[in-house]
């Protein structure tokens, strides 16, 4: 609770000796009240509220307490607001620690620095500095709210021991430092705390954030203050929509466009019913209001509104009205019309729901890699080494982003996940997320550096580890009808070939040929060709399907959509220098040389359906 010691000794001989004690770790630590001394704490004496014995000011020749000291400070001119007893207690107590410290530290000091003299004019250098100088600790201005929490510092939690933290929280109410000492609240942030070196400077740093490597990050450890990253994989630009019974679904553009277009019509016809209702029930009040009953109990204007209405349906008129007559008219008709109007905003809103369907937001994921030199321990790796950003509403800057290159991230928000097993790590940006690119490093010297895009072939795909991204191209053999097992979500299993199956017949020679499965999820743009009427064969090809397991059985290769995963059905290639129509186009010419191989596969897929 005491504020920090300043480190600045006053004596020119302590200050010739270059000791610093922040720098080395002591047998003390700072006491509450007066310093101890090695042999006292051994001894097991408790220490004296008073200065220690020995201690005298000038020719006094009596021991000084703190009322002395408070005294002296203020016949030096002092002012009493500033140099209050707790103050000088407080300063006395780390004076004389210090002093202590460094006679117990180094031997010829012994007894020279104990001296009432030397204590005073520490505490008049403290007051110079800082209430003259308004030259006060970090700790002190932190304490009293003057300087913001989240700042990059550095403090001293134990003896020998330096933290560096950021984007801390201080909880208490804003006032003296000695007094908010006793109640104040420093919250600190795991992801937000680093250790520090021996000879790092306490207080504030000049470094505004604390770098922290992306596999030691903490899902629940809060905002991530700086982490380097290498962007493996680029995600579509998706919308995140909320339905109007409160759920919650991802989607491309496209189906969101689409889902907004059949609730604009829905609402639209709607809209149409109720009018013709209210209009319909409106004739039928008025057909009452003319009968010999109606008219004892209409109100003003209303027989003249009610024959204006059931006239304009039978081409007749009212003839001439009065000046009265006409005001009267006019009247009722702009109070029905106000009530006819909230009447059918009831009724929209029941039948359609008063929540509706949000907006969207779009979403943007990258699939990441640490910065990592590739000689460090696995050991250290606490997470898995691919991690996701979701960036929400991406910007132009965010949409220039490249595959490859190096980034510095600040402001990062994890994202906890519930659930058994390894989950990768998934991060969230914010307001304050800046991205800053960086020099590119070398590959040979990453763990995990950047691996570029390839067209992978079946007997390829096969090689891979499951739970990794596969960029595939194929003919599609079969699919499945489209299904809905939940709301918002549809679902579709497709069945690719290639080349390569012939040449995994010739090599392993399996029960069955094998066949890229590829679960498809999210209806929108990727699920859209596999609606195309009269077609039992197309071109395909994905990106970043993320690989699920093998079905050895049925020697079928399992992948599955994921957020980063883009595909379509052949109309023109990709923009991937790597998969060119003559690519697309031999395979089409093997597929219809090999008629026989693609009719057996088919049927084949038709039994397993």
């Not at 408070?70 to 007893?85: I, W, Y």
């Not at 132009?396 to 190096?406: P, R, T």
């Not at 891979?464 to 809905?484: E, N, R, V, W």
């Amino acid at each position: 609770g005491a504020i920090a010691e300043a480190g600045t000794p006053g004596l020119e001989a302590a200050r010739s000796l270059n000791v610093s004690l922040q720098h080395r770790g002591l047998d003390t630590t700072p006491p509450i009240n007066w310093p101890v001394l090695p042999d006292q704490i051994s001894g097991g004496a408790s220490p004296s509220p008073t200065v220690p014995a020995g201690l005298t000011v000038g020719q006094r020749g009596s021991d000084s307490g703190c009322e002395d000291f408070e005294k002296l400070l203020l016949d030096a001119g002092a002012r009493s607001q500033n140099a209050s007893k707790p103050w000088v207690e407080n300063h006395l107590q780390w004076i004389c620690w210090k002093l202590a410290a460094k006679e117990a530290q180094h031997t010829k000091l012994k007894g020279k620095l104990r001296d009432a003299d030397v204590v005073l004019d520490e505490l008049k250098m403290r007051y110079e500095r800082e209430v003259n100088r308004g030259q006060s600790s970090w700790l002190k201005r932190l304490l009293e709210q003057d300087v913001p929490a989240s700042h990059a510092m550095v403090l001293r939690i134990a003896v020998g021991m330096k933290l560096r933290v950021c984007g801390s929280e201080l909880q208490g109410q804003q006032q003296e430092a000695l007094v908010a000492a006793k109640s104040t609240t420093l919250t600190l942030i795991a992801n937000g705390v680093k250790r520090a070196t021996l000879s790092s400077k306490l207080g504030q740093q000049r470094q505004r954030s604390v770098h922290l490597p992306l596999t030691a990050i903490d899902p629940a450890g809060g905002m991530v203050p700086q982490t380097d990253v290498v962007i493996q994989r680029k995600g579509p630009v998706l919308i995140w929509a909320r339905a109007p019974d409160g759920s919650s679904y991802t989607t491309t553009q496209k189906g969101h466009a689409q889902a907004l277009g059949r609730q604009e019509a829905h609402a639209c016809q709607v809209s149409e019913t109720v009018a013709a209702e209210l209009q319909g029930e409106e004739a039928a009040r008025c057909r009452r209001a003319l009968t010999p009953l109606g008219k004892r109990k209409a109100a003003a204007g209303e027989e003249l509104y009610a024959q204006a209405l059931l006239s304009e349906g039978n081409g007749a008129g009212l003839g001439r009205l009065t000046d009265q007559q006409q005001h009267q008219l006019e009247s009722f008709k702009e109070k029905r019309k106000a009530e006819m109007e909230a009447q059918q905003q009831k009724m929209l809103s029941q039948r359609l729901g008063a929540g509706g369907q949000a907006a969207g937001s779009p979403v943007m994921r990258l699939l990441v890699a640490p910065v990592i030199h590739k000689d460090v321990h696995p050991e250290k790796i606490i997470h898995a080494p691919w991690s996701v950003i979701r960036i929400w509403r991406p910007t132009d800057d965010i949409m220039h982003l490249s595959e490859g290159d190096v980034y510095s991230v600040s402001g990062l928000i994890p994202v906890e996940r519930s659930g058994r097993g390894r989950t990768p790590l998934e991060l969230s940006s914010g307001r304050t997320t800046c991205w800053e690119r960086q020099q590119p490093t070398p590959a040979s010297c990453l763990r995990w550096a950047f691996q570029p895009r390839v067209w992978l072939q079946l007997e390829q795909v096969l090689q891979q580890m499951p739970g990794s991204y596969i960029d595939c191209f194929g003919m599609a053999i079969g699919a499945t009808a489209i299904q809905h097992p939940e709301h918002h979500t549809a679902q579709q299993f497709v069945f690719l070939v290639d080349q390569s199956v012939q040449r995994l017949n010739l090599q392993s020679k399996p029960k069955n040929d094998w066949m890229l499965g590829i679960r498809l999820t999210k209806s929108g743009d990727i699920m859209g060709f596999l609606e195309l009427p009269n077609q039992s064969t197309a071109f395909c090809w994905f990106k970043s399907l993320r690989l699920s397991h093998f079905d050895m059985q049925n020697c079928i290769c399992n992948l599955e959509v994921d957020s980063l995963t883009t595909g379509g059905v052949y109309k023109a290639p990709p923009r991937d220098q790597h998969l060119t129509d003559q690519k697309m186009q031999d395979l089409l010419a093997w597929s219809q040389a090999e008629e026989v191989l693609m009719q057996k596969l088919q049927g084949r897929v038709s039994s397993l359906i």
